[in-house]
């Protein structure tokens, strides 16, 4: 018999067997190609192929698969302000992200798809939670307002705010 008739080629993560399921965990090629679906952060750890024949095992390095939660906007401003000429208004964002990204975290807020740079409207509350707060209205504040969250591996923006 050929080694390749006696081949077995196993996976684990963390030292447990992985073992095929019909949607999340699945492998091709006699076994040497692992693919897992649907990741979640349970699936992180360390990976490892365990290959067997008649006359030998082998063992491969460790892989490290990290599964980070991904950066998402979930507290938002949204729909259609009307606001009096002269009255306040405060449109707020709060982002979140995996806590291995949020030293990279960043938040900011576009008016009318350009980033809004007055420093007077912009108040952040914390790296997480910028707002915008305009304290007497004027024409020229009508527009669209959207919020954007970025990490170093992702970003996420917010519904289009419009105020008029």
Known sequence: PSLRSSLVVSWKRNGQLLVPESN???TRESGTVLTISNLNTEDSGEITCHVKTSIDSL???AATLLILRPTKIVEQSSG???????SGLTLECRAETDPKLQGSLKVKWLYNNQL??????VDPQSHSQV???IHSAEKSD????QCVASSSKDEDSSETVQVI
Do not use: A, H
């Open 116 to 121: 809004l740079l007055d420093n007077s409207r």
């Open 80 to 86: 259609v302000k009307e606001v009096p000429e002269g």
């Open 24 to 26: 999340k965990i699945q």
């Open 59 to 61: 063992t491969s390095k």
């Open 131 to 133: 707002d915008i707060k």
């Open 142 to 145: 009508t527009g669209f307002y």
